[in-house]
C-alpha cells in the first residue's frame, strides 16, 4: 500500500501508525508483538529520507501533533527512532530561528504595529511558534524559553497595558482561563517594584506611582480573569514569610495593600467569593501588620492617605463576608484600629482640600455598601464631588452668551488619582446618566426642571470628564459610555449640545487615543452628526463648521494601521457618509493625503493595497474633483496614490468643467448682469436660483472691491448657502483670483492689487463672517495650480496669514495665556478662565455674521480659531514643501514658522507630526532645501514644553544656524552634530536601565505621560533620535545621491555596533530600533553590508553536519554579528516594510555558490517571512512569493552546480513554504529545475511538483 505514487494515501497511513502506537502496552505479547513489528516497518519505510513517500515536514509535524498532548506517549521502543527523526529537522528550525532574541526589547507604541515579532504563547511564555497557521519547530537555546525577561521589561514601561495583553498573549476578556506563568511573572515585577521604590532617589509621591502602574496592570489581568486574585495574594503570603524578603515587603506592606485594593475592587467576582476563599486576605494583613498599638491616622492632605488606609479597607470587606462564617471571622488587628474607625465613622466632613471624599469613596465601593452607616450616608462622597463639578448658584457665561451654572473648576487629576477604578467608573456612569437625562428636556416644563436642578454641561464637569477618559484601567468603559452618548439621535437643542461637547472632547483632550477602532467609531459619528447638521431645518451653522473641523483634525490623525481597520470594518460601498464625504471635495482629499503619507511611511509605496482602489473609486462617484491635483503634490505621491489620482488635463490653473479664462469671461458677464437687476427680491431669486456656477462670491468681490462695503441684498443671498455651495463658491473665488492676478496690468503693480485683494478677503473673514480663515486656507491648499498660479495663491496666503494682523493678534493673545498642558491647570489659571477670556476679546461667528446674530449658540468649551487652524497649518506647510525648490517659497516658510510656530506647542502629536514630515519628504528636503527641513525642526522643536533642544547641545545649534536674508547659501552646515557611537550607546544605556522610571525627561510629571502622543519616555526619544539622523545634513551631491549618503550613515551605525564587544547584541536592538523609524534610503543601508558580507568568500566555511542535532554556525563572527543587526531590524520594524526583500535576494543570487552563503541568507530572510505572513494588514502574498521565487533560484543554481552536505535542508525548506506560505504558487518554477539538480534530491522533492 505505501506507494511513493500517491504520497496522500501514505500520510493517512502514517497517522494511523502514530495512534496505534500510543496505545499499545508497555509490554508486547502475542497479536501486540505482531502489530508492533508491522507498524515498525511501516515507519521505517514511511521515514526513510532517501526514497520520500511522504513529505518530511508532514511526518515531523504529525509526530508534534501527536505527542503533544498530556500523558501520550510513543511506545518506548519507538521513542528513539521518533526523536532521532525531529532532531533532524533542527538546522530548519534555526533557519527560522531569530538570532539573539534574548537582547531584543520592544517599546510600547512603537512596538504596537510588529504583533508577530512578540507573540509569545500565555500558557508558557515561550514564543509562540505553536499557531494553527504553523506546523510546530522546536527552536533550541534561549528561542525556545519563557521569556520571563522580556515580559518584565514590558511591564515595567508606561502603559505598556494593551500592547502585552492584546498584542504579546493575545488574550481576549471574558475567558475563564487563568495562567499560572503570568501570575508568576507579576510576582517578580511585585519584588522589582520594591526593588525600584528602594532606590535612593525616590520620593514617596514618585513611589506612589511606580505603584500605580504595577496595580493598573495587575488589576486588568484580574478584571480580564488571566490571573486569579486568591493565588497570586497567596502567592504574595508565601513570598513574604521568607525570611530573606519579609523586611522588604514589610517596608512596602501600605502600597502592597494598596495595590491588591485596587485589584480587589476592579474584580467585581470577588463580591461572588465564598467567605472561605477569603481567607488569604485576613492571613496577609496579619503577617504585615504584627504590631500590638494602633497606628497614627495620616495626614489626609496627602495624597499618600489613600494609600494607608487600604489595608483598614481589605480587613473590613474581610470581616464582612466572613461575620457570618463560624470559625472565620476574628479581631481587627491592633495595628489597624483606628483605620477602621475612621472608616466606620458615620459623619465627615468632605472638602477639595483633602482626600476624606476620595478615601470614603473607596472604602464604599469595596462592595461594603450594607455598613456603610445609616442611610443615605452611601452617597455623601460621590455626591459631594458631583456638587462640585454640576452645582453653583451663580452663573457663567460662554462663548455666544451660552449660561451654565460657574462651576469651572474641575476635580483635581490628584484627586482622581487616588480614587479606585470602581469609583471611577461609578462617577463616570453618573455622568453618563446626567447628560442622558439633559438630552431628553426639550420641552419648557423640563427646561425649567432642568435649571432648578442644575442637570446642566458646565466646564467642570467636561474637563473631569475629559480627565477620568485617560485613565487606562477605566479606558474600555469611558471609551464606552462616550461613544454611546456620541451616538445618540441628533434631534433636539440639547442633544446638539451633548455632541457638540463630546466632540470638542474627542478633539482637543484625547491627545492619547491610539486604538484604531476607537477612532472610526468616532470619524463615523462625526461623519453622522455632519449630515444630520446639513439636513436639519434650519441648518445649524456653527454645528457644521465646527464639525467638519474636528473631521479634518481626526482624518490626519490616521495612520495606515487605522486605515487597514477601517478596510475592515466598512465595505467600499458603506464608506460614503460614514468616513467619506458625500459632499465636501475637501474633507475626501485630506484623506487622500493622508493615505498617501500612510503608504510611504510604511514602505508600502508600489503594493496596490485591495482596499484602496474601491474607496478611491467611489470617492470619485461622490466628489470628483479629488482626482484634481497640482503636479508637485502628485511628485510625492506613492505609485498606488498617483495611479489613482492622475487625473486630466483641466487647465493652466484651474479646476473643474470651465478653464480659468473660461470662469473669468463667465464672472465678467454675470457682473454686468448683477449691474442692471434692480429690484432686491428679484436679485435674491435670481442668484439663489441661477447660479449654478457658484461664482456669485466672485461678483462680490468685485462689487466689494468697488463699493468697499457689502451690499445688503448680497448678504441675504449668502446666508441661505449650505455648506456645500459655500465650499464651491470658495473654491471658484480662489480660482478666479489667481486667475485676475496672474493676467493684471496697468497702472497698479501686482503687489498692490494682491493687497487690495487680500483687504477684501480679510474682511469677508473677520468683519462679515462669511468664511473661517481655516476653511479658506485648506480649500487653497487643496486646490489645482499651474506652477505661476501656485506662487500667487500661496503668496496671498502669506499676506492674509503673515502681513495682516487679525489672525496672529489672536495666536499671541492665546499663546501669551494658555498653557499646553491643560491638565495642570487650576484655579485662576484653568482653561475655562483662559478660554472665556479670549472670547471676550476676539468674539467668534461660525457663520454668515446676519445668520450668527439670530442663531442659539452651542455651548463651546475648548474651541478656537487658534486651535482649529493648527491642522490647516500642517497641511499648508506639506504644500509648501512640495515647492520649496523656489526660493521665494522658502522665504514664506521661514516666516509662516516664525509667526505660528508657537502654536505647535497645542498640537496633539507635534513630534510625530515632524518625523511623519521629515520621513514622507525625504527625497525632497535635500540640498539647497535642507534649510526649510532646519526651520521646521527648530520651531516646532523649541516651542515644546518638554524642551527636548536643550538636551541635544549640538543639534540644536545646527538647526538654528539658519539666517533668513542670505537663503541663497543653501548648502548645509556639515560641522558634526551627532556622534553615532554616543547617540548608540546613550540610547542602549536608556533601554537598559531607565526605561520604567520616567527619569528621561524630567520636567515631565507622572500625569504627563497619560496626554503624551507616545505614552512613555524611551519611545518619545526614539522618535526624536529619529528626527536627528533624518535632519543630518547632506553634502552637495546630486538628489540621487543622497540616498546614498544615507546609506553611507547606516554603514558608519553598523561598524559602531560590530565594534561593540560584549555589548554588541544590546547596540543591535538599538540600532534595529532606530532604523525601522528611518526612510528606507536609510535601512538599505544593512542590505549593503550584507552584500559586502556576501561578497567575501572568507567569511563562509564548508559545511559540516556530522552532528544534525546541534549544527555548526558555517560563517565567522563578522557574518553572525550582521546576521544579527539584520534581524533585529526586521524584529522591530513593521511587516509591510518588507516590499524591498525580494529586491535584495534577487541582487545577491549570483553571489551565492557557496553551500553556507546560501544557509546564511535564508537565515537571514526567513523568520521576517513569518511576520510577513501574520500581519493580517499586509498585502503579503506578493512578497513572500517574490521573496522566495528568489530563494529558491539560489538554492537550484547551487544544487545543479556543487554537492552540498545537507540536502535535507534544502528540501524540508521547500516543503515547509508549500505548506504554510505559498502552496503550488512556484510548482511551474520547480518542475523546470528538476531536470537539472542531481536525480537523488529530485526524487525527494517531486511531491512538490503535485497539486
Not at 482624518?555 to 459632499?583: C, G, M
Not at 470628483?624 to 511628485?635: C, D
Not at 483687504?759 to 473677520?766: A, K, P
Request: charged share 20%; glycine share 4%; net charge positive.
Amino acid at each position: 500500500m505505501i506507494t511513493p505514487t500517491d504520497y496522500k494515501i501514505s500520510h493517512d497511513i502514517f497517522i494511523n501508525c502514530l495512534q496505534e502506537i500510543s496505545k499499545l502496552p508497555s509490554v508486547l505479547t502475542g497479536s501486540y508483538h505482531r502489530m508492533f513489528k508491522q507498524i515498525t516497518a511501516m515507519l521505517v519505510k514511511l521515514l526513510d529520507r532517501r526514497h520520500l513517500v511522504v513529505p518530511p515536514i508532514c511526518c515531523y509535524a504529525d509526530i508534534m501533533v501527536a505527542f503533544s498532548k498530556p500523558n501520550v506517549y510513543p511506545h518506548c521502543s519507538l521513542s528513539e527512532m521518533l526523536n532521532k527523526y525531529v532532531a533532524t529537522f533542527n538546522s530548519l528550525a534555526e533557519v527560522f530561528k531569530v538570532e539573539n532574541t534574548r537582547h531584543f526589547r520592544p517599546i510600547v507604541r512603537h512596538s504596537m504595529y510588529m504583533p508577530s515579532s512578540w507573540k509569545l504563547d500565555p500558557q508558557t511564555l515561550t514564543y509562540n511558534t505553536v499557531n494553527p497557521q504553523f506546523w510546530v519547530l522546536r527552536f533550541q537555546g534561549h528561542y525556545g524559553q519563557p521569556q520571563h525577561d522580556l515580559m518584565l521589561y514590558t511591564l515595567k514601561q508606561n502603559n505598556s497595558k494593551d500592547f502585552v495583553f492584546n498584542v504579546m498573549l493575545g488574550l481576549r476578556h471574558g475567558k475563564q482561563t487563568v495562567y499560572p506563568e503570568i501570575e508568576k511573572i507579576f510576582l517578580k515585577l511585585l519584588r522589582e517594584t520594591c526593588r525600584d521604590a528602594d532606590a535612593k532617589d525616590t520620593k514617596a509621591l514618585q513611589r506612589m506611582m511606580i505603584w500605580e502602574r504595577l496595580g493598573g496592570e495587575l488589576s486588568h489581568f484580574i478584571f480580564s480573569n488571566a490571573v486569579n486574585i486568591r493565588t497570586f495574594c497567596e502567592s504574595v503570603y508565601k513570598e513574604a514569610k521568607q525570611p530573606a524578603t519579609m523586611t522588604v515587603m514589610q517596608r512596602h506592606r501600605d502600597f502592597i495593600m494598596w495595590t491588591i485594593n485596587r485589584c480587589m475592587n476592579f474584580g467585581l467576582k470577588v463580591i461572588k467569593m465564598k467567605s472561605r476563599e477569603l481567607m488569604f486576605i485576613g492571613d496577609l494583613i496579619r503577617l504585615l501588620y504584627p504590631e500590638l498599638s494602633p497606628l497614627q491616622v495620616p495626614d489626609l492632605v496627602s495624597p499618600l492617605s489613600t494609600v494607608y488606609f487600604s489595608a483598614a479597607m481589605l480587613w473590613t470587606m474581610f470581616a464582612t463576608k466572613t461575620s457570618d462564617t463560624p470559625g472565620i471571622h476574628s479581631p481587627a488587628p491592633p495595628a489597624l484600629i483606628e483605620h477602621i474607625n475612621f472608616l466606620m465613622r458615620p459623619g465627615h466632613n468632605y472638602s477639595l482640600k483633602d482626600y476624606t471624599a476620595s478615601i470614603c469613596l473607596n472604602y464604599i465601593n469595596n462592595f461594603l455598601i450594607n455598613v456603610a452607616g445609616p442611610e443615605g450616608t452611601t452617597n455623601k462622597p460621590i455626591k459631594f464631588l458631583l456638587d462640585s463639578i454640576f452645582v453653583s448658584n451663580m452663573e457663567y457665561y460662554l462663548p455666544g452668551n451660552v449660561a451654565v451654572p460657574k462651576a469651572i473648576h474641575p476635580l483635581p487629576l490628584e484627586l482622581l488619582d487616588s480614587l479606585t477604578a470602581h469609583a471611577k467608573m461609578n462617577i463616570l456612569i453618573a455622568f453618563s446618566n446626567r447628560m442622558q437625562n439633559y438630552t431628553k428636556m426639550v420641552r419648557p416644563q423640563d427646561m425649567q426642571v432642568l435649571y432648578n436642578h442644575q442637570i446642566q454641561l458646565t466646564p467642570a464637569l467636561v474637563e473631569t470628564y475629559s480627565r477620568l477618559l485617560s485613565y487606562s484601567e477605566t479606558h474600555f468603559l469611558s471609551m464606552k459610555t462616550m461613544i454611546n452618548l456620541l451616538s445618540m439621535p441628533v434631534t433636539g437643542p440639547n442633544n446638539f449640545k451633548v455632541a457638540m461637547t463630546i466632540l470638542e472632547m474627542c478633539t482637543y483632550r484625547m491627545q492619547y487615543l491610539k486604538n484604531s477602532h476607537h477612532k472610526i467609531q468616532i470619524l463615523t459619528n462625526l461623519q453622522n452628526i455632519s449630515n444630520i447638521s446639513q439636513s436639519s431645518q434650519p441648518p445649524h451653522p456653527q454645528m457644521q463648521y465646527l464639525v467638519e473641523s474636528f473631521i479634518v483634525k481626526m482624518i490626519l490623525s490616521l495612520d495606515y494601521y487605522d486605515l487597514s481597520e477601517l478596510s475592515r470594518t466598512y465595505a467600499p460601498i458603506q464608506i460614503t457618509n460614514k468616513v467619506l464625504s458625500s459632499t465636501s471635495e475637501e474633507l475626501n482629499k485630506v484623506f487622500i493625503l493622508t493615505v498617501a503619507r500612510a503608504m510611504v511611511l510604511s514602505r508600502n509605496k508600489t503594493t496596490q493595497q485591495p482596499w484602496l482602489k474601491p474607496y478611491l473609486d467611489t470617492m470619485i462617484g461622490a466628489t470628483p474633483g479629488v482626482r484634481e491635483w497640482s503636479s508637485f503634490t502628485q511628485a510625492a505621491f506613492p505609485p498606488s496614490v498617483l495611479e489613482f489620482c492622475g487625473g486630466t488635463d483641466l487647465g493652466a490653473s484651474g479646476s473643474g468643467s470651465n478653464s480659468a479664462e473660461n470662469l473669468a469671461m463667465y464672472v465678467t458677464n454675470e457682473y454686468n448682469r448683477f449691474q442692471q437687476i434692480g429690484a432686491k427680491h428679484d436679485f435674491v431669486k435670481y442668484y439663489l436660483e441661477k447660479d449654478s456656477n457658484c461664482i456669485f462670491l466672485c461678483i462680490t468681490l468685485r462689487k466689494y472691491m468697488e463699493m468697499d462695503a457689502l451690499p445688503t441684498y448680497a448678504q441675504k443671498v449668502i446666508s441661505l448657502w449650505s455648506p456645500a455651495i459655500l465650499r464651491k463658491q470658495i473654491r471658484n473665488l480662489i480660482q478666479f483670483v489667481v486667475h485676475s492676478l496672474q493676467g493684471q496690468v496697468g497702472n497698479l503693480g501686482p503687489h498692490n492689487m494682491f493687497n487690495r485683494i487680500a483687504n477684501v478677503l480679510d474682511d469677508f473673514i473677520y468683519r462679515y463672517s462669511i468664511f473661517g480663515i481655516d476653511t479658506f486656507v485648506l480649500i487653497a491648499c487643496l486646490q489645482r495650480y499651474s506652477e505661476q498660479g501656485s506662487n500667487i495663491a500661496f503668496y496671498l496666503l502669506y499676506i492674509l496669514l503673515v502681513k495682516k494682523p487679525a489672525l496672529k493678534e489672536r495666536v499671541d493673545f492665546f499663546v501669551s495665556r494658555a498653557w499646553p498642558r491643560f491638565w495642570q491647570q487650576n484655579g485662576e489659571h484653568s482653561w475655562s478662565h483662559l478660554h472665556k477670556l479670549y472670547h471676550s476679546k476676539f468674539p467668534e461667528h461660525a457663520a454668515f455674521l446676519q445668520v450668527s446674530n439670530n442663531t442659539v449658540y452651542l455651548p463651546v468649551f475648548y474651541s478656537n480659531i487658534c486651535l482649529r487652524f493648527i491642522p490647516v497649518l500642517d497641511i499648508l506647510l506639506h504644500r509648501l514643501i512640495e515647492i520649496c525648490q523656489r526660493t521665494t517659497i522658502r522665504t514664506l516658510i521661514i516666516e509662516i514658522l516664525s509667526t505660528y510656530g508657537r502654536l505647535y506647542a497645542f498640537h496633539d502629536t507635534p513630534v510625530t507630526y515632524l518625523h511623519n514630515t521629515l520621513h514622507y519628504y525625504d527625497n525632497i528636503l535635500v540640498g539647497e532645501r535642507e534649510v526649510v527641513k532646519k526651520v521646521l525642526v527648530n520651531r516646532i522643536l523649541e516651542h515644546q514644553p518638554s524642551k527636548p533642544l536643550k538636551k541635544l547641545p549640538k543639534f540644536a545649534k545646527y538647526v538654528q544656524l539658519v539666517d533668513p536674508s542670505v537663503l541663497q547659501a543653501g548648502a548645509p552646515d556639515r560641522s558634526a552634530f551627532v556622534n553615532f557611537k554616543e547617540l548608540l550607546h546613550e540610547f542602549t544605556e536608556l533601554m537598559g536601565s531607565r526605561v520604567a522610571a520616567n527619569e528621561l525627561y524630567s520636567e515631565f510629571s507622572p500625569n504627563d505621560w497619560k496626554y503624551n502622543e507616545f505614552g512613555n519616555p524611551i519611545t518619545y526619544h526614539l522618535y526624536l533620535t529619529s528626527i536627528q539622523l533624518m535632519t543630518m545634513p547632506i553634502p552637495p551631491v546630486p538628489e540621487e545621491g543622497a540616498s546614498d549618503y544615507r546609506v553611507q550613515l547606516t554603514l558608519k551605525m553598523v561598524d559602531v555596533v560590530l565594534g561593540g564587544k560584549s555589548y554588541l547584541p544590546d547596540l543591535a536592538n538599538t540600532l534595529g530600533l532606530i532604523l525601522s523609524t528611518l526612510p528606507l534610503s536609510f535601512s538599505n543601508g544593512i542590505f549593503v553590508k550584507v552584500t559586502s558580507i556576501l561578497k567575501d568568500q572568507n567569511n563562509f566555511y564548508d559545511m559540516d553536519i556530522t552532528d544534525t542535532s546541534c549544527p555548526k554556525i558555517p560563517w565567522n563572527n563578522t557574518a553572525q554579528n550582521v546576521l544579527t543587526i539584520v534581524h533585529s531590524f526586521f524584529q522591530h520594524c513593521k511587516a509591510d516594510k518588507a516590499g524591498n526583500l525580494p529586491e535584495f535576494v534577487n541582487s545577491v543570487v549570483k553571489l551565492l555558490v557557496k553551500e553556507s552563503q546560501v544557509v546564511y541568507v535564508l537565515k537571514l530572510v526567513s523568520p521576517f517571512l513569518r511576520h510577513v505572513f501574520q500581519d493580517r494588514t499586509h498585502h503579503r502574498h506578493p512578497t513572500i512569493i517574490a521573496t522566495l521565487s528568489s530563494l529558491y533560484q539560489a538554492i537550484f543554481n547551487l544544487l545543479a552546480e556543487t554537492t552540498v552536505a545537507n540536502p535535507n535542508l534544502f528540501v524540508d525548506y521547500m516543503y515547509y513554504n508549500k505548506y504554510i506560505f505559498i502552496g503550488d504558487e512556484l510548482k511551474p518554477m520547480i518542475e523546470k529545475h528538476l531536470q537539472y539538480i542531481p536525480v537523488n534530491i529530485a526524487a525527494k522533492l517531486k511531491i512538490l511538483a503535485y497539486n
